[in-house]
T-cell receptor, first 112, second 115 residues
């Protein structure tokens, strides 16, 4: 079993819809949780960064972390065609070497 | 551009040849990571540096791979005697360790194709 599980999709939704992306993990040492967006043939771009449990909002994006369930989510409101990309969740153990452990990524397409 | 840069962006090589990639991190960042990403997968950790010291290497990093970060600035990743299984995107990331921030910023990657 992988440390981080993420549904690879692909996921297609109409423009303006609310998108929900999720990851589960098994390592309870993870304390920092990140979402990266990756366009085709580009490097990952940091979108959201959350410490421990709770919610964090940034514009149309909301990240949620539930450490008791080992479950994290990213919500995208009013989705736009420019949101079409692969979304990667990533996690970090601050008492390890601070390397990131990634999910496989979910490929998202927003249909105009 | 003050972000992480990587060169070359693409490299096509024949099996058995040696290749070297370069990463220039964000200037004030003291920690530098290398990751490898294959198609349909998330990035996987290879190795990282704190300043010029290489502190950890993944078991993914075989003896054919070597990384350096002289003077704690740019880093190079060399693959000797390349194999077709080495074909992947090689990503570099940097961060400022010692603060209360763990965000890693990635470069655009070097896509390696071994024929």
């Amino acid at each position: 079993q992988k440390e981080v599980e993420q549904d690879p999709g692909p996921l297609s939704v109409p423009e303006g819809a609310i998108v929900s992306l999720n990851c589960t993990y098994s390592n309870s040492a993870f304390q920092y949780f990140m979402w990266y967006r990756q366009y085709s043939r580009k490097g990952p771009e940091l979108l959201m960064y959350t410490y421990s449990s709770g919610n964090k909002e940034d514009g149309r994006f909301t990240a949620q972390v539930d450490k008791s369930s080992k479950y994290i989510s990213l919500f995208i409101r009013d989705s736009q065609p420019s949101d079409s990309a692969t979304y990667l969740c990533a996690m970090e153990d601050p008492f390890g070497n601070e390397k990131l452990t990634f999910g496989t990524g979910t490929r998202l397409t927003i249909i105009p | 551009d003050t972000g992480v840069s990587q060169n070359p962006r693409h490299k096509i090589t024949k099996r058995g040849q040696n290749v070297t990639f370069r990463c220039d991190p964000i200037s004030e960042h003291n920690r530098l990571y290398w990751y490898r990403q294959t198609l349909g997968q998330g990035p996987e950790f290879l190795t990282y540096f704190q300043n010029e010291a290489q502190l950890e290497k993944s078991r993914l990093l075989s003896d054919r791979f070597s990384a350096e970060r002289p003077k704690g600035s740019f880093s190079t990743l060399e693959i000797q005697r390349t194999e077709q299984g080495d074909s992947a995107m090689y990503l570099c990331a940097s961060t400022l360790s010692g603060g209360f921030s763990y965000e890693q910023y990635f470069g655009p990657g070097t896509r390696l194709t071994v024929t």
